[in-house]
């Protein structure tokens, strides 16, 4: 069957009718109609669009088109000077409706403009974050141009907030991943919504998952994890009682430390090491010394190794908190001083590939054995995570004592008989530390300083997510360092980190494209009008600015919520 060319004002119509709702389930209804109709029309590569994108979520590269290259490609499509541009720009604030609004005036007189299709706008797209080195910025501008000049006004709009990586539909993966399960297999959604969130969560690819949910249940069934390839880590629920742990993982359990350093997934394929955070950026280039001990001591062939990488002080030999050496993940150069400066030790928990054979659904137990076969104990370079299995409450909390005293974050409780199951916090794996109040949030806004503090970005609103959107839940000044000497992240960083994100500005206050995740501790939290979740925290302060969280990382307004009433019920804990 030859396809019919499928136009790009399909897709604005989608957006237009995401845009137009806040229901989650109104969202999902007009997601499957679509799907539907390009499972059968159109390429699965399109599918990226949806979530204004080009490439798998394990492609970090971003379309990301600057403002300014923005606004120049509108005045080239559109022959208006950039200053006349500037000028509406500082009216309308948003680059989406100055596009729609350029594009809108200039179709009236342009009727011999083409229509435009997906797969123009898909492969322009592509070659725009394809273009480097000397020509970029003429290269982009072009092909940016081309598809303004046959764009109408709704769809320049949505060009342009694709480009500059704001699409602003509100969809969160889940609904796109329910959406897939309504469209394609209408009378078992629930069971495949499951099976699709698996597929997805090895494969990190929203085509392919789809291109095999297309081709029917066997091939969804198939998706693998890749090795050389990010994935998506399991993660724990949070407990505050030792029996609440044992009633969730069974007796007994697996109990380890949960050592305070940052999660990495190493892949080794013959001499080919790389490593990934959990939001599947490669750092391999920033710890060739783990690396070499991973090339050193691991004794296999192919395998993808789970692992917390924590820093140490090589005088003393005492282990040092996360925000001590997250600024090796961060740092480009002066590679070899950081190495020197903060060494890290890896404590390797679980292995889901090995030797050829993806480990992921055998037992804990199983998988255990492989690790403590191919993973020496070589202390400061890498050894197995510390382990006792027990179904004894008095052990365990003896344990989780002992991690403590060690400076160690708490512990972690595992169920022997689960597979590895990524991503869901399904109960197999439970964390439990002191009660600390903290949060993971995302900055969506901030508020320049004054006095010896002016000129940076000082105070910070930060939000949780629900379902696809950001909701403030309180403004936070504290926590960050004034010196470059001190140890941990300054104003100084943050506000750098913080201006290529501005979107607006109005006198000492800016709004942030989400981006930048940080953790705070927080004195309580309770309902307040003042912000959009309906929430506010008292006394927040910021503990670490987290480098290695994706934006799904952080807290929910559920998660929000069940902290609120934790609080009101005034539950213990300590076991
Ligand atoms: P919190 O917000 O409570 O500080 P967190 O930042 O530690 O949480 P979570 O996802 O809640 O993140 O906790 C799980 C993390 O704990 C893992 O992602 C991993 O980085 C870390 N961790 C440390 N030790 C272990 C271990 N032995 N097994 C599994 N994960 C561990």
Known sequence: MVKKEMNYSEFVEVYEGLYATTKRLEKETILAGFLNKLAKEGEPEWIYLLRGKV?????????????KLTIKAIAF???????EIMKSYRKVGDLGELAEEFAGKKKQTNLFAKRLTVSKVFNNFRKIMGIEGKGAVSGKTALIAELFGNATGKEAKYIARTLVGQLRVGVADATVRDAIAEALFPDEKKEMSVKIEVAYDMANDLAVVFEAASKGKKALEKIDIVLGRPMNVMLPVKVTEIKEAFRICGKPAAIEHKYDGFRVVINKVGNDVSLFTRRLENVTKQFPDVVRTVKKYVKAREVILDSEVVG???????????????????RKY????????????????DVIYYNGKSLMQEAL????KVLEKIIPHEKWKIRPSMQIVTDSEEKALEFYKEALKLGEEGIMVKNLNANYQQGRRVGYWVKMKPAANDLDLVITGAEYGSGKRGGWLTSYIVACQSNGDYLDVGKVSSGLKELEQEEGTTYAEMTKLLKPLIESEKGKVVRVKPKIVVSLTYQNIQGSPTYNSGFAMRFPRITHYRPDYHLKDIATLDDIKIEVKRAQKGMSHLG
């Open 312 to 330: 140490y002080d090589p005088k003393t030999k005492t282990m040092r908190p996360f925000e001590a050496i997250s600024q090796r993940i961060r």
């Open 365 to 368: 137990t199983k998988r255990r």
């Open 334 to 349: 002066d590679i070899e001083k950081l190495e020197r400066d903060l060494p890290v030790e890896v404590n390797v928990f």
């Open 55 to 67: 490439t798998p979520d394990y492609d970090d590269r971003l379309l990301g088109i600057s403002d």
């Open 77 to 83: 499509a559109f022959g208006i000077r950039d200053t």
